[in-house]
C-alpha cells in the first residue's frame, strides 16, 4: 500500500496512527507526520508507533494519501504551507471542523480526491463514529481507502456534508453529555456511601451494558426502559424526579444547541465560502 501523511500531530493523529498500526492497514514505516510547531510530538510519535516525523516537504510529497489534522484557525496556514505538492495527491481528508469542501477545492485544485471526517474523542480507545462526507469521488477506491482509515478506530457512518453539523451536534458533543450524566450519577453514589472509585466503576459498568443492550438487542430504547420500571418501584421513583425536572426536553434542547452553534461557526467561519 502507498504512503500516508499527516498534517498535524495531535490527539486525533495520534488516535488513528494507533488504530492504523494496530490493524497493520499501513506500516509504521508508511506513514508520516509533520507539524508547525512541536517538535516534542513529533518526537513522541516517533517513538511510540515507529512512525516516521519530518518537517521535510520533500519526504511527504511521497505519500498518496493526506489527512489536514490541524485545528481549523491553522488550516489556512497549512494550505498555503503545503499547496503546491498538496494538489498533486490522489486523495485528501480534512478531520477540521466547519471547513467546506468547497472551500479545500479551491485551494488544493482540481485534482485530489477530497473527503471531509468528524471523529469523536472515543477512537482513543477505537470506539469513534465517525462521521465522513464526500465529495464526488474522483475514483470508487478512494472512498474505500477513507472508510477503511476511520474503520480502524470505529464505526464509519456516510453523511452528506449539510449533515456535518448534526453528526457534530449529535456524535462529536454527544459523549460531553453522557460524561454530565455520568458525572451526575458517580456523585449519587458517593452521597449512598461508595468511594469515587467505586462509584465510578460501578456506573462506568452500568452504562457499557445498556450500550451493548442497545446495540444488540433490536428492542427500542423505550422498551428497554419500561422494562426495568416496575409500577410504584424505584425505577419510577427516580424517573419521576427527572420527568419533574424535564431532563427528557433538556437532553434534546442541549443536541439542538451544539448543532446550532456548528452552524453558526460553520456561516461565520471564512472557511466555509
Not at 86 to 105: D, F, M, N, P, Q
Not at 183 to 208: D, N, P, Q, W
Amino acid at each position: 500500500m502507498s504512503r500516508l501523511a499527516f498534517i498535524g500531530a495531535g490527539s486525533v493523529s495520534e488516535a488513528l496512527i494507533a488504530g492504523i498500526t494496530g490493524s497493520r492497514l499501513y506500516q509504521p514505516h508508511d506513514i508520516l507526520v509533520t507539524n508547525r510547531t512541536s517538535d516534542e510530538h513529533l518526537q513522541t510519535l516517533a517513538e511510540r508507533y515507529g512512525v516516521t516525523a519530518s518537517r521535510d516537504p520533500e519526504l511527504l510529497k511521497t505519500a498518496e494519501t493526506v489527512i489536514l489534522a490541524v485545528k481549523p484557525k491553522d488550516m489556512a496556514e497549512a494550505l498555503e504551507s503545503h499547496r503546491f505538492w498538496l494538489k498533486e495527491r490522489r486523495l485528501i481528508i480534512s478531520v477540521a471542523a466547519g471547513i467546506s469542501l468547497a472551500y479545500l477545492r479551491k485551494m488544493i485544485g482540481d485534482e485530489p480526491s477530497l473527503i471531509r471526517a468528524m471523529p469523536n474523542t472515543s477512537a482513543i480507545v477505537r470506539q469513534s463514529l465517525t462521521g465522513m462526507a464526500l465529495e464526488e469521488a474522483k475514483r470508487t477506491d478512494d472512498t474505500e481507502l477513507a472508510e477503511s482509515i476511520f474503520a480502524c478506530i470505529g464505526k464509519v457512518f456516510i453523511v452528506s456534508e449539510d449533515q456535518m453539523d448534526a453528526i457534530t451536534a449529535l456524535t462529536g458533543s454527544g459523549p460531553a453529555f453522557i460524561y454530565f450524566l455520568v458525572e451526575a450519577m458517580i456523585e449519587a453514589g458517593k452521597k449512598l456511601g461508595f468511594t469515587a472509585h467505586e462509584a465510578r466503576s460501578l456506573v462506568s459498568y452500568t452504562l457499557y451494558g445498556a450500550g451493548t443492550m442497545l446495540m444488540t438487542l433490536p428492542d427500542d430504547p423505550a422498551t428497554l426502559r419500561e422494562r426495568i420500571t416496575s409500577p410504584a418501584g424505584t425505577t419510577a421513583s427516580g424517573l419521576a424526579v427527572l420527568n419533574e425536572k424535564d431532563v427528557y426536553n433538556a437532553l434534546i434542547q442541549a443536541v439542538l444547541a451544539a448543532h446550532a452553534r456548528a452552524r453558526e461557526l460553520g456561516q461565520t467561519n471564512t472557511f466555509t465560502r
